[in-house]
């Protein structure tokens, strides 16, 4: 049974008044609008001050300050830093108290940020589902209610002389099924803003992004209401996952770019504007995954980042330290992507690497590479592009060597042709399969696109066959020739049924029986891994299942298969 009360919270805020911070120097008070057009882009500080039980328990290790030389070179402007509470707590009910220490490092930590002159958004985290779920059985709303009152007491008192390019969000993805937690989400962004005023400091004319049930525009849309009574200039924040089967690589879907899919996601942020007219909006959280196929993935980017900017939306990339940023060596993972939504966001028109749109096509064709495959003679190469009314200016190799204009390449409309005497340079028939040579391409305007050279063959697995036993992911060699990356798994019984999700069969050929990355299936070095799901289903199937890795090139023979028996 859900309980909820507010009582108390008068005597609470009288409590905090003497605690209060007073702080020296001047506030320079900036409106919800203007913050929400100066953060843009933003970059998330994901898996970090989050991690539960404490930083460094996850992925990553502590922050350094050197992270955000790095994200303010790459020409972002904001960072939201998440801040997980729930095992900081060392004191209970009324007073909930968080460890002094542990305060002390989410304002360092806000102060290396500060430092490079990024905004910054900060927050309560995982406690949206470790104590705060107002839709878990038997939640406890005056709990809830309390414990995020005092956390943003707490919380102001500490960061509530930091100056106006702080921004604070009161929880992350809270749950919501029904209009009535809806209603609960509504009251505790009122108990944030009531915090932070009885924490003082300048908190009470801080920007504050508000927050809807998930973050889910949807139910934002239908559920949120504003409290009144406070002077915190506000905008809405929520986040953006979505077509999910492509962001996070479910189902086979690498495919992305046609019509319905650009008319999709602009519904989307169309609907929640329109529903809040006036109001600024933030997408706190967006991103897809690094091992899709890297044209479908940017023309995604550049896209959301540019309907975004048509609704007078802030964008925050996720970055949970295994996404766009390796920490250790300072370098992105995919720098063009990088490039492509700062100019985005900044109405700067890209240029774009074509590649396969249409769902119902049997391979995916992508001029982010040029294939050779062992045992092809070399010939020209086309590469199509979406100019998008910029021109190619030159094209050079990872060394800064200058290709020559019609001796190495041509241009004709938005198709640029790498010439075979080029290329010979690099590929031949019987050339090692790898990763050869990178180029970039340049545009008049707006980022470059990469372009990988790669002689490809058809991995092998170290074994074709094995009985199923559950209890363990499986782990099976692999050698592979040409990229490191996996484009799909098919998974299909022996008697012909999909071993999951038999409705794919209304999805196109590259979909149809495939399975899922992560919760499904992954790659470690020289292993593809099938997970210990997809044997569990297997040994209670009771049927043999062929599974089909499908490697980029993604066209018909690029596979192998392996049996699991049981």
């Known amino acids: 049974m859900k309980k909820s009360a ?120 995982h406690d949206s589902w470790e104590w705060a779920d107002v839709t878990a059985s038997g939640a406890n709303l005056t709990m809830i209610e309390e ?51 009885e924490s003082r400091g300048f908190n009470a004319q801080r920007v504050v992004t508000l927050v809807g049930g998930g973050m889910d525009s949807i139910k934002t849309s239908q559920w949120f209401e504003a409290p009144t009574g406070y002077s915190n200039p506000w905008a809405i924040q929520y986040h953006y996952y979505s077509p999910y089967d492509f962001v996070f690589q479910a189902w086979g879907k690498t495919v ?3 019509d319905a899919d650009k008319q999709s996601l602009e519904a989307d942020f169309a609907n929640i504007r329109g529903n ?125 060597a200058a290709l020559t204009s019609s001796s190495d390449y041509s241009v004709s409309g938005s198709t640029v042709t790498v010439k075979k005497s080029f290329l010979s340079k690099y590929l031949s028939p019987t050339a090692a399969p790898g990763s050869k040579a990178n180029l970039t391409v340049s545009f008049s305007a707006g980022a470059g696109a990469s372009v990988e050279i790669v002689q490809w063959d058809v991995p092998t697995l170290g074994s074709t066959t094995s009985q199923a036993v559950s209890g363990s992911d499986l782990l099976i060699p692999i050698t592979w020739k040409g990229l490191y990356r996996l484009a799909a798994v098919k998974m299909l019984r022996e008697d012909g049924v999909y071993l999951f999700d038999d409705w794919t069969q209304y999805l196109g050929p590259l979909q149809q029986a495939r399975g899922t990355y992560s919760s499904n299936w992954d790659r470690d070095g020289a292993h593809v891994i099938l997970k210990e799901a997809v044997i569990s289903q297997v040994v209670s199937s009771k049927v043999p299942t062929t599974f089909t890795f499908e490697f980029y090139p993604r066209v018909v023979g690029n596979a192998v298969n392996y049996t699991l028996t049981v």
């Open 6 to 125: 507010t009582t108390g919270f008068a005597l609470l805020g009288r409590s905090v008044a003497a605690a209060a911070a007073a702080c020296s120097g001047e506030f320079a008070p900036i409106s919800a609008a203007d913050y929400v057009s100066a953060m843009n882009p933003g970059w998330n500080l994901g898996n970090t001050l989050d991690a539960v039980p404490n930083e460094g328990s996850w992925n990553n290790p502590p922050v350094v300050a050197a992270t955000f030389d790095d994200v303010k070179a790459a020409g972002f402007k904001s960072v939201r830093i998440p801040a997980t509470y729930a095992d900081h707590f060392t004191g209970t009910s009324p007073d909930w108290t968080i460890d002094p220490a542990w305060l002390q490092r989410v304002s360092d930590v806000i102060d290396m940020a500060l430092d490079r002159e990024l905004y910054v958004i900060t927050n309560i985290h």
């Open 147 to 197: 414990k995020i009152y005092r956390a943003w007491v707490q919380i102001g008192q500490t960061l509530g002389c930091k100056s106006s390019m702080v921004a604070f969000e009161p929880i992350n993805e809270p749950p919501a099924n029904t209009a009535e937690d809806g209603e609960e989400l509504n009251k505790i962004n009122g108990l944030f803003l009531k915090a932070l005023a």
């Open 256 to 258: 992305w770019g046609s």
């Open 276 to 400: 809040f007219t006036d109001i600024p909006l933030v997408i706190g959280e967006f991103e897809t995954n690094m091992l899709l196929e890297p044209a479908a993935r940017r023309k995604y980017n550049d896209f959301a980042a540019r309907t975004a900017r048509k609704y007078n939306t802030a964008m925050v990339l996720w970055d949970n330290g295994d996404g766009a940023l390796d920490r250790t060596t300072h370098t992105w993972r995919d720098p063009y992507l990088i490039d492509i939504i700062k100019n985005a966001a900044q109405g700067v028109s890209n240029s774009l690497s074509d590649s396969t749109s249409d769902a119902s096509a049997t391979e995916q064709s992508s001029s982010a590479y040029i294939f050779n495959k062992v045992g092809e003679d070399v010939t020209d190469y086309p590469l199509n592009f979406l100019l998008n009314g910029n021109s190619v200016e030159s094209i050079k190799t990872s060394d800064g």
